[in-house]
């Protein structure tokens, strides 16, 4: 790759690093809001699903103007977006007169900013002039990871050191990094995934087979994810009976580690393995690893079950981008804009699914765990059928 395209993929490593501190700094934050600003724990839960729902909406709306737009522009407003919500989120609370509202305009901002990363970086780095595009794909969603590991660790230090009543300077902090890629993406050059007008547009993608395919697989990666992550923790603090700070290293930031390290490697070692071939077995990993967490009767290995699905997961949400960038082409912006949406939905609606069936079967989160096997189960057909077409 010529130098001044490194450039832009290095734009791109920090542009989900920037996406990774957009939806996990808060959350961080939840007892310290709800002390601070007297609000209730079910206020507390929709600022998560606030923050996606906002984030679906931007995924929505940039598949119809982001290319209207230019690439350049938008990424560049994204992190606009995204720093000017993490700023906002440590003084509007205080400035507007209600602090909740005050929350929810900043997330607004930030999610605005987040939904445009999500959209735009993929389809930035897969138009780079460069070899092993799946690889590739796979290293730059594993800076997400690393980013969230970062998120959550350099907080909990800045946290025990300075104090958690410093909060507010730590949502500055974080902003430096959006504010420093929008002057490195301002001077890397961009290219366009598919020429103007030749793209495959939204309406047609609707109308494909094989288009609904790769969305029902983004969505089965994005909640055999999260239906695990986000029970990460609460097998760590109620499992090993562990204070809320170790809870979260052992738990979701040991889980974020391992996907981190599967995309890593198949960032490195991705020309040496075909990727439908590797999704399929990871697949695989992942239901073991859901059977472990769920029919393990020592809480150890339940852990180890968590932590074996991080490492599974990992190469789904970018292993389908790129299956579905090598089948369609043409998709261009919209096609990748309605994957995100589909990730996003598999969210959203993965750890959903565990919460009501466990809801059904009185509160037995296991059961809801295990009927959250499905969405590996579908990946694995979903991935053997479009080997049968290259046959």
């Known amino acids: 790759m010529e130098r001044k395209y490194k450039r832009t993929l290095y734009a791109s490593y920090l542009g989900y690093i920037t996406q990774a501190i957009v ?20 206020e507390i839960g929709f600022l998560v699903t606030y923050n996606f729902a906002a984030q679906m909406v931007v995924d929505i709306l940039a598949a119809k103007y982001v290319e209207k737009i230019g690439y350049k522009k938008s990424i560049i407003a994204a992190h606009v977006f995204a ?19 005050g929350l929810l305009t900043a997330i607004t901002i930030y999610a605005i900013g987040g939904g445009l990363i999500e959209v735009l970086v993929s389809p930035i780095v897969q138009a780079l002039p460069m070899d ?17 590991v970062l998120v959550v660790v350099l907080s909990t230090v800045f946290f025990r050191v300075v104090g958690i009543g410093n909060w507010r300077i730590l949502t500055v902090l974080w902003a430096l990094v959006p504010i420093v890629n929008i002057f490195i993406y301002a ?17 047609k993608l609707f109308s494909m087979k094989l288009f609904w395919c790769f969305f029902v697989l983004m969505i089965c990666s994005g909640a055999s994810e999260q239906a695990m992550s986000q029970w990460a923790s609460y ?9 809320k700070t170790m809870g979260d290293l052992l738990g979701p930031c040991m889980f974020a580690v391992l996907m981190g390290a599967s995309r890593t490697f198949y960032g490195i070692k991705g020309d040496r393995i075909p990727l439908k071939k590797f999704i399929s077995i990871s697949s695989i990993l992942c239901v073991l690893s859901y059977l472990i967490a769920v029919l393990s009767p020592d809480p150890v290995l339940s852990l180890v079950g968590c932590g074996i699905c991080g490492l599974s997961v990992g190469i789904m949400w970018p292993g389908v981008f790129s299956l579905a960038a090598e089948y369609c082409p043409q998709g261009g912006t919209a096609m990748f804009a309605l994957l995100a949406l589909a990730g996003d939905i598999g969210c959203s609606g993965g750890p959903s699914v565990v919460g009501c069936i466990s809801g059904i079967f009185n509160g037995n989160l296991k059961t809801g765990l295990l009927a ?20």
Do not use: D
């Open 23 to 42: 939806n996990n700094f808060a959350p961080l934050l939840f007892v310290t809001f709800q002390k601070e600003f007297s609000i209730s724990v079910a």
């Open 83 to 101: 720093a000017a919500g993490l700023i906002g989120m440590g003084f509007l609370p205080s400035v507007m007169g209600n602090a909740y509202a």
């Open 132 to 148: 092993e595009k799946s690889a590739a794909m796979s290293l730059l969603h594993a800076f997400y990871c690393w980013g969230h």
């Open 187 to 203: 001077g890397a050059p961009i290219k366009v995934l598919v020429e103007e007008g030749k793209a495959i547009p939204a309406r």
């Open 235 to 243: 097998f760590a603090e109620s499992g090993l009976r562990v204070s």
């Open 372 to 391: 959250a096997i499905i969405f590996p189960v579908i990946l694995i057909i979903g991935v053997n059928t479009l080997k049968k077409q290259n046959q």
